[in-house]
């Protein structure tokens, strides 16, 4: 079945650094991807999110490219700030499932100044 | 416009009392999602809703929980009895049609099962 893999966290880095979050994933078809962030003590929004294969989707400062030859939606952003300390979770999304999204387990992310 | 709105934000009460939080989905949205956040399970899609009936419930834990949506603005999750394993906080998220459409959630009802 459907699924997404993404890398464990936590993750602590300096500000300024580069950041990137591993995501995998498993679906037939052609998903659509996308990234969510959580801040503390809030619901999830959208970061950004790429509809088919080599699709760049970006937000914030942030990226990512719908790879299906790697079957990958890797997050990067050049240099973090402190107020991007939250969790980021990948998911997918096939029309055929009936709009169901398949979330990532989510990577916490420590910004430090 | 309005987002997705819960509530209440938090919850606290005592095991075997009955527990209703509630769902305002945004105006428009064919689809109504319930999901769980815990630390143990992450995000877990309890059931979800296209224009007001269940399409599938297979996430619901048990027969303790139940879900309805009475029209197309209102939505509740209701468990009963409640436990201490429901302690979680609950998210409700609504979406467009369109099939590729992204998720809105809302802030969450923290539920706190004593």
């Known amino acids: 079945g459907d699924s997404v893999t993404q890398m464990e966290g936590p993750v602590t880095l300096s500000e300024e650094a580069f950041l990137t979050i591993n995501c995998t994933y498993t679906a037939t078809g052609y998903p659509s991807l996308f990234w969510y962030v959580q801040y503390p003590g809030e619901g999830l929004q959208l970061l950004l999110k790429a509809t088919k294969a080599d699709d760049k989707g970006s937000n914030k400062g942030f990226e990512a490219t719908y790879r299906k030859e790697t079957t990958s939606f890797h997050l990067e952003k050049g240099s973090v700030q402190v107020s991007d300390s939250a969790v980021y979770f990948c998911?997918?999304?096939?029309?055929?499932?009936?709009?169901?999204?398949?979330f990532g387990t989510g990577t916490s992310l420590t910004v430090i100044p | 416009d309005a987002g997705v709105i819960q509530s209440p934000r938090h919850e606290v009460t005592e095991m075997g009392q009955e527990v209703t939080l509630r769902c305002k989905p945004i105006s428009g949205h064919d689809y109504l999602f319930w999901y769980r956040q815990t630390m143990m399970r992450g995000l877990e899609l309890l059931i979800y809703f296209n224009n007001n009936v269940p399409i599938d419930d297979s996430g619901m834990p048990e027969d303790r929980f139940s879900a309805k949506m009475p029209n197309a603005s209102f939505s509740t999750l209701k468990i009963q009895p409640s436990e201490p394993r429901d302690s979680a906080v609950y998210f409700c998220?609504?979406?467009?049609?369109?099939?590729?459409?992204?998720?809105?959630f809302g802030e969450g009802s923290r539920l706190t099962v004593l």
């Open positions: 998911a997918l999304s096939r029309a055929n499932t009936g709009n169901q999204f398949y």
């Open positions: 998220a609504s979406s467009p049609r369109d099939r590729t459409g992204e998720l809105f």
